[in-house]
Each structure stands twice: as structure tokens, then as C-alpha cells.
């Protein structure tokens, strides 16, 4: 068998027969730490970002696409009012129709931008050069149960998720925009389990590219499924399911 999880955990102490409300190892009293070092804060979509030094043009354009990234995020695409997106920004519909052309182009825009810059700190960054992609994505799953960073997702649910579910058979340009989305992630995941292979931390008779497929089928499941459940132990049962395979991943001892 793999080795255990309790390099990530703090002791939960003795076996119970009956599993508690959640389980031990994602309670908010023991918090992990995000693989990147970011606060829960900081991993809310769309993330908040400073751009006071730059044009006030490009100014009013950002805090144009952040409103509306927030406001298709919480009512979906088809429900997001230009009105909400207008007042959440400050901006006028002059400022609106200057840098866009109409609300599909300022959501394609903004989604582009969210998806992508968002994604890549929370999701792909911890993968870019590890060679134990399989401790940083139980790190960064228990870091999401323990710190809270969960709850906007149980509300509103996963944002690419959300415009897949929605948009991705209705608009093609949404659909490449999410495909491009989802394959970043799966290509720096196949890339740490190839490094972990080289290194002898991953099994050499999986393939990467399978296994990476799968754990983002996964994410995407479960999340739509506490989504609809609106209960963190949906996430939190599959994600100590999850954590076993997981460990089937690495060389037997």
C-alpha cells in the first residue's frame, strides 16, 4: 500500500466506528496552508487586484471585466444585468460601449482574463514544478476545507463550471474559451506526474495524461455536486475517497 496522509494532517487521534459531521482532517481548527502561499482571500473569484497605477482608461476597462466576472460568477451569464455590472463597476455606459461592444464581448473578455489569471495561481502554479503532484493537490484541497475558501464555491458554485454548464453548448467561443481553460491545468498536472515518474515519486506504469484527465473530472464533479447539495461533506466525504487514489499513484514500499 502507498504511504500514509498524515504527513498532511495534524494527529486526528483514535479510529471511530461512526464518521463524525466532517471529516477530522478538514476541520477549520487545523488549517493548511496553500501550496503558493495564498490567503483565502486572495483565492475568491475573481481575485482582487490593484490597479491604481495604471491609465484610468485601462482603469475603468479592469474594473469593467472584475464586475462583470463577479456578477456572471454569483447569477450566471444570461441573468447578469449590465445595470448590475455598471453600478458594481462605478462606470457609465459610455465607459461601457468604449471598450466594449456588447455583453457577450465584455464576458468574453472578462472571463478570459479571470479564468486564466486566477486559475493559474490557484490551480496550475502548484504543478508547474513540483514532482509530488499528488501531496500538492491533497495540500491544496485541504487547504480550500480548512480555510474557509470553500464557502463562496457551496453558494455560487465553480466558476468555469458554472459558464460550462451554461454557455459551452450554446456558444463556441465560450466553449474554446473554457477547453483552453481546462487544458492549461490538465498540461501542468500531466507534466508533475511525468517529473514525479523521472524522480520515483509516481508510479512508472500510469499514464499522466489519463490520470490528469480524471482528477479534473473529478474537481469539476464534485463541486457541481456540493453545488447542488449546498453541504461541504459532499466535498469533504469524496475528498478523503479522492486522497486514497491518490496514493495508489505512488510506488508500492
Given at each position: 500500500t502507498g504511504r500514509s496522509v498524515s504527513h498532511i494532517f495534524h494527529d486526528t487521534g483514535p479510529e471511530i466506528s461512526e464518521p463524525p459531521e466532517r471529516p477530522l482532517q478538514f476541520s477549520q481548527d487545523h488549517p493548511v496552508s496553500h501550496p503558493m502561499?495564498?490567503?483565502?482571500?486572495?483565492?475568491?473569484?475573481?481575485?482582487?487586484?490593484?490597479?491604481?497605477?495604471?491609465?484610468?482608461?485601462?482603469?475603468?476597462?479592469?474594473?469593467?471585466?472584475?464586475?462583470?466576472?463577479?456578477?456572471?460568477?454569483?447569477?450566471?451569464?444570461?441573468?447578469?444585468?449590465?445595470?448590475?455590472?455598471?453600478?458594481?463597476?462605478?462606470?457609465?455606459?459610455?465607459?461601457?460601449?468604449?471598450?466594449?461592444?456588447?455583453?457577450?464581448?465584455?464576458?468574453?473578455?472578462?472571463?478570459?482574463?479571470?479564468?486564466?489569471?486566477?486559475?493559474?495561481?490557484?490551480?496550475?502554479?502548484?504543478?508547474?514544478?513540483?514532482?509530488?503532484?499528488?501531496?500538492?493537490?491533497?495540500?491544496?484541497?485541504?487547504?480550500?476545507?480548512?480555510?474557509?475558501?470553500?464557502?463562496?464555491?457551496?453558494?455560487?458554485?465553480?466558476?468555469?463550471?458554472?459558464?460550462?454548464?451554461?454557455?459551452?453548448?450554446?456558444?463556441e467561443l465560450f466553449r474554446e474559451l473554457i477547453d483552453r481553460v481546462n487544458s492549461e491545468w490538465r498540461e501542468a498536472m500531466t507534466g508533475a506526474l511525468r517529473r514525479g515518474q523521472e524522480s520515483g515519486k509516481v508510479r512508472k506504469d500510469i499514464d499522466p495524461e489519463a490520470v490528469a484527465t480524471f482528477c479534473l473530472a473529478v474537481r469539476h464533479g464534485v463541486l457541481s455536486q456540493a453545488k447542488i447539495a449546498g453541504d461541504m461533506n459532499v466535498t469533504a466525504k469524496c475528498a478523503t475517497a479522492f486522497f486514497d487514489y491518490l496514493e495508489t499513484l505512488r510506488p508500492q514500499e
Open positions: 502561499g495564498l490567503t483565502p482571500d486572495e483565492v475568491r473569484f475573481p481575485m482582487a487586484h490593484d490597479w491604481s497605477d495604471r491609465p484610468k482608461a485601462e482603469q475603468t476597462r479592469l474594473g469593467l471585466m472584475a464586475a462583470a466576472a463577479a456578477e456572471i460568477y454569483e447569477k450566471g451569464y444570461h441573468a447578469a444585468a449590465l445595470s448590475d455590472i455598471l453600478a458594481r463597476a462605478g462606470a457609465t455606459k459610455g465607459g461601457l460601449y468604449h471598450h466594449f461592444p456588447d455583453k457577450r464581448s465584455l464576458a468574453l473578455a472578462s472571463m478570459d482574463f479571470f479564468l486564466h489569471s486566477d486559475l493559474e495561481q490557484m490551480w496550475v502554479a502548484p504543478f508547474r514544478t513540483t514532482d509530488d503532484p499528488m501531496t500538492a493537490l491533497q495540500q491544496l484541497i485541504t487547504f480550500l476545507h480548512t480555510s474557509g475558501a470553500l464557502e463562496d464555491g457551496l453558494k455560487h458554485g465553480c466558476p468555469m463550471v458554472n459558464l460550462s454548464e451554461e454557455m459551452a453548448v450554446k456558444d
